[in-house]
């Protein structure tokens, strides 16, 4: 949607559409943030805000930045929301517990660094109290519910957050998750839920209430990947202040990585698969899966036990006893003001022994050794969000077992240290939507996010609640530390040479063709197979290509071990662009079969049905 034609009432809140209507000047800081006041208005009590920032302040905030005039900062006028067990410096910290309410003196990192891209704060919204549930119901501030139908769940227990970015209420909001709080909402509202892998981002601001320290991290809602890597981007990295922040962190690369054209993905195998009697859930997933089989995608059918057993761990084991550390106290002396629900689990965490908590750990351990294969053998593991969405009515009748069945595909990814995308997937027929999630090993949150967002895209699905598209794509600019080259032969994707890239860093950038001046040959005797590009002067034709990015160290190791008659020089895209590529020898050429009319190497490789993989 352009920003010249951008309508006050349902106008989208992307980064894209922002970004480039305050830039050209066609959108203003001010305007937008009455458009938000306006639409908060019109929506009346929706149990989003436990604490609302006042209309008057935030356009003073706005009226400042276009003081100053636009800067080019990442978030410049952007506006967003904080999950409330979050502290901000000046504003009420209450854990969805009035009684326990306090002035945060500190920020920390993250946020610091949010409010210093130039983001404009909207408020400060509702939870599952202490974060603790799967549903959004567990506040004395009322329950959000699904910006489709008010008689559904917002999924918690970062209700409000999801509720905020899906109703169009700001452009992003920063969340925790632990046992899927970032990702349930996103499912149940049509948004995207980026949950980064624990120790990447600080939880610094995190209160002291109820925090899962060993597993919990910030999370990002927002209303395309892209706009959640950003943000990403932005607050990710080690904190020296911060016990449980992993050094590494500062080195994990964030830009979402396009998926090659064909890769391998795993889905939970056999009766694993569960829907609760859902058939549109079951439906909408096998669709999912036909996506992504229709993007490249190859499924593998994977033994989903190891990840079953640990989110079972998580709730039915001793890591409620961590939320004691900070709980008990609070338990003791606001007892009767807490939810009974989570009161109820609470009361559980001093069932377990230090004999329990160690058995859990060596467990855990021993299923993430289980699981390792399987990461050896996909790019990623998609899953439901959740296995099915229910009614308000529904989870007060039933509100831990249902809960429950809420978190058996997310209970378990943190607990083994992984990071998630969840992204919409499609709609029920009664118009209730519904997501998945696509999981990844530690660090590897640029591979699932590329290919999240390649799925979101390939939906069709508009943004949040609005009949907004998903705005145009634009590649990614190409850091100065990274290289490209073209790669024509055996070092494709899926090709028997294509680990050589990979183990060097290397990621899929796009698939291209050369200009019509080159021929392709088959160089016999070369093990595995590999063909010869050369340019000629005339006869020639286009070839296909797939263009890959190397880090420099990498790139130069790379090229220094191509063997002869091979090499590398610039190659002419189709597209006006040079770039390095695969040349050879012209004079290995003579005698080979000239393959040229197949348009590339996958080409003649496939041509009588075999596999790629020669």
Same mark, same amino acid.
Request: hydrophobic share 40%; glycine share 10%.
């Given at each position: 949607?352009?920003?010249?034609?951008?309508?006050?009432?349902?106008?989208?809140?992307?980064?894209?559409?922002?970004?480039?209507?305050?830039?050209?000047?066609?959108?203003?800081?001010?305007?937008? %943030?009455?458009?938000?006041?306006?639409? %908060?208005?019109?929506?009346?009590?929706?149990?989003?805000?436990?604490?609302?920032?006042?209309?008057?302040?935030?356009?003073?905030?706005?009226?400042?930045?276009?003081?100053?005039?636009?800067?080019?900062?990442?978030?410049?006028?952007?506006?967003?929301?904080?999950?409330?067990?979050?502290?901000?410096?000046?504003?009420? @910290?209450?854990?969805?517990?009035?009684?326990?309410?306090?002035?945060?003196?500190? =920020?920390?990192? $993250?946020? *610091?660094?949010?409010?210093?891209?130039? $983001?404009?704060?909207?408020?400060?919204?509702?939870? *599952?109290?202490?974060?603790?549930?799967?549903?959004?119901?567990?506040?004395?501030?009322?329950?959000?519910?699904?910006?489709?139908?008010?008689?559904?769940?917002?999924?918690?227990?970062?209700?409000?957050?999801?509720?905020?970015?899906?109703?169009?209420?700001?452009?992003?909001?920063?969340?925790?998750?632990?046992?899927?709080?970032?990702?349930?909402?996103?499912?149940?509202?049509?948004?995207?839920?980026?949950?980064? @892998?624990?120790?990447?981002?600080?939880?610094?601001?995190? =209160?002291?209430?109820?925090?899962?320290?060993?597993? #919990? @991290?910030? !999370?990002?809602?927002?209303?395309?990947? #892209?706009?959640?890597?950003?943000?990403?981007?932005?607050?990710?990295?080690?904190?020296? !202040?911060?016990?449980?922040?992993?050094?590494?962190? &500062?080195?994990?690369?964030?830009?979402?990585? $396009?998926?090659?054209?064909?890769?391998?993905?795993?889905?939970?195998?056999?009766?694993?698969?569960?829907?609760?009697?859902?058939?549109?859930?079951?439906?909408?997933?096998?669709?999912?899966?036909?996506?992504?089989?229709?993007?490249?995608?190859?499924?593998?059918?994977?033994?989903?036990?190891?990840? #079953? *057993?640990?989110?079972?761990?998580?709730?039915?084991?001793?890591?409620?006893?961590?939320?004691?550390?900070?709980?008990?106290?609070?338990?003791?002396?606001?007892?009767?003001?807490?939810?009974?629900?989570?009161?109820?689990?609470?009361?559980?965490?001093?069932?377990? !022994? $230090?004999?329990?908590?160690?058995?859990?750990?060596?467990?855990?351990?021993?299923?993430?050794?289980?699981?390792?294969?399987?990461?050896?053998?996909?790019?990623?593991?998609?899953?439901?969000?959740?296995?099915?969405?229910?009614?308000?009515?529904?989870?007060?009748?039933?509100?831990?077992?249902?809960? =429950?069945?809420?978190?058996?595909?997310?209970?378990?990814?943190?607990?083994?240290?992984?990071?998630?995308?969840?992204?919409?997937?499609?709609?029920?027929? &009664?118009?209730?939507?519904?997501?998945?999630?696509?999981?990844?090993?530690?660090?590897? #949150?640029?591979?699932?996010?590329? +290919?999240?967002?390649?799925?979101?895209? /390939?939906?069709?699905?508009?943004?949040?609640?609005?009949?907004?598209?998903?705005?145009?794509?634009?590649?990614? /600019?190409?850091?100065?530390?990274?290289?490209? %080259?073209?790669?024509?032969?055996?070092?494709?994707?899926?090709?028997?040479?294509?680990?050589?890239?990979?183990?060097?860093?290397?990621?899929?950038?796009?698939?291209?063709?050369?200009?019509? &001046?080159?021929?392709?040959?088959?160089?016999?005797? @070369?093990?595995?197979?590999?063909?010869?590009? +050369?340019?000629?002067?005339?006869?020639?034709?286009? +070839?296909?290509?797939?263009?890959?990015?190397?880090?420099?160290?990498?790139?130069?190791?790379? %090229?220094?071990?191509?063997?002869?008659?091979?090499?590398?020089?610039?190659?002419?895209?189709?597209?006006?662009?040079?770039?390095?590529?695969?040349?050879?020898?012209?004079?290995?050429?003579?005698?080979?079969?000239?393959?040229?009319?197949?348009?590339?190497?996958?080409?003649?490789?496939?041509?009588?049905?075999?596999?790629?993989?020669?």
């Amino acid at each position: 949607m352009s920003a010249m034609l951008w309508s006050d009432a349902t106008g989208s809140l992307d980064l894209t559409v922002l970004t480039k209507g305050y830039a050209s000047g066609a959108l203003t800081p001010t305007r937008v %943030i009455d458009s938000i006041y306006d639409r %908060i208005a019109a929506r009346g009590e929706d149990h989003v805000w436990i604490h609302l920032v006042s209309r008057e302040e935030a356009l003073s905030a706005a009226k400042k930045l276009e003081v100053q005039g636009y800067d080019g900062r990442p978030l410049w006028g952007i506006p967003f929301s904080v999950k409330d067990c979050n502290d901000i410096v000046g504003l009420p @910290t209450t854990n969805a517990l009035r009684e326990g309410a306090y002035i945060a003196t500190s =920020s920390g990192q $993250a946020l *610091d660094r949010i409010f210093d891209a130039g $983001a404009l704060l909207i408020g400060k919204t509702n939870m *599952d109290q202490f974060g603790i549930g799967l549903v959004g119901m567990r506040s004395p501030y009322g329950a959000c519910s699904s910006v489709f139908n008010d008689d559904f769940i917002s999924g918690g227990s970062s209700s409000g957050s999801g509720v905020s970015v899906a109703a169009g209420l700001c452009s992003f909001s920063i969340a925790n998750d632990a046992a899927g709080s970032g990702r349930v909402p996103a499912g149940f509202n049509n948004i995207v839920g980026i949950k980064p @892998t624990p120790g990447l981002v600080s939880n610094a601001c995190v =209160s002291g209430g109820g925090c899962v320290k060993t597993i #919990e @991290t910030l !999370s990002v809602f927002s209303l395309t990947v #892209e706009d959640g890597m950003k943000v990403l981007k932005l607050i990710a990295g080690y904190d020296p !202040s911060y016990p449980f922040s992993k050094p590494e962190a &500062d080195a994990v690369p964030l830009t979402p990585v $396009a998926p090659p054209p064909r890769f391998r993905f795993g889905v939970p195998a056999g009766a694993a698969l569960r829907f609760f009697g859902d058939v549109e859930a079951e439906r909408l997933f096998n669709e999912a899966i036909a996506r992504l089989i229709a993007m490249g995608g190859e499924k593998v059918e994977i033994d989903f036990t190891p990840f #079953e *057993d640990t989110q079972r761990i998580l709730y039915e084991g001793p890591w409620i006893s961590e939320r004691a550390l900070s709980l008990d106290s609070v338990l003791a002396k606001y007892g009767e003001a807490i939810h009974p629900v989570t009161r109820q689990i609470l009361s559980r965490s001093s069932n377990f !022994s $230090a004999l329990d908590t160690f058995a859990a750990i060596h467990r855990i351990a021993e299923l993430k050794r289980d699981t390792r294969a399987v990461w050896q053998d996909i790019a990623v593991l998609m899953v439901p969000t959740t296995p099915t969405i229910y009614t308000k009515d529904e989870i007060a009748a039933d509100p831990v077992q249902l809960n =429950s069945n809420l978190g058996i595909y997310t209970n378990f990814v943190n607990l083994m240290g992984l990071c998630g995308i969840a992204v919409p997937n499609g709609f029920r027929k &009664d118009g209730l939507p519904l997501g998945v999630t696509f999981l990844a090993p530690g660090f590897e #949150e640029a591979r699932a996010a590329g +290919i999240a967002a390649a799925f979101h895209r /390939a939906t069709g699905l508009n943004l949040a609640k609005f009949a907004n598209p998903y705005p145009v794509s634009e590649e990614q /600019a190409l850091s100065e530390d990274y290289r490209e %080259i073209a790669v024509v032969g055996a070092h494709l994707s899926g090709m028997p040479l294509n680990h050589e890239l990979k183990e060097r860093g290397g990621f899929f950038r796009r698939i291209a063709g050369t200009t019509a &001046d080159y021929r392709l040959f088959a160089l016999t005797g @070369t093990v595995p197979s590999k063909p010869g590009l +050369i340019r000629v002067a005339t006869d020639g034709a286009s +070839i296909a290509v797939e263009v890959w990015a190397l880090p420099v160290a990498g790139f130069g190791d790379f %090229i220094g071990r191509i063997p002869a008659p091979l090499g590398v020089g610039k190659l002419t895209l189709n597209d006006g662009s040079t770039v390095t590529g695969f040349l050879c020898e012209v004079a290995a050429t003579e005698g080979q079969p000239d393959i040229t009319t197949f348009g590339g190497w996958r080409g003649y490789v496939t041509k009588d049905g075999r596999s790629a993989q020669v």
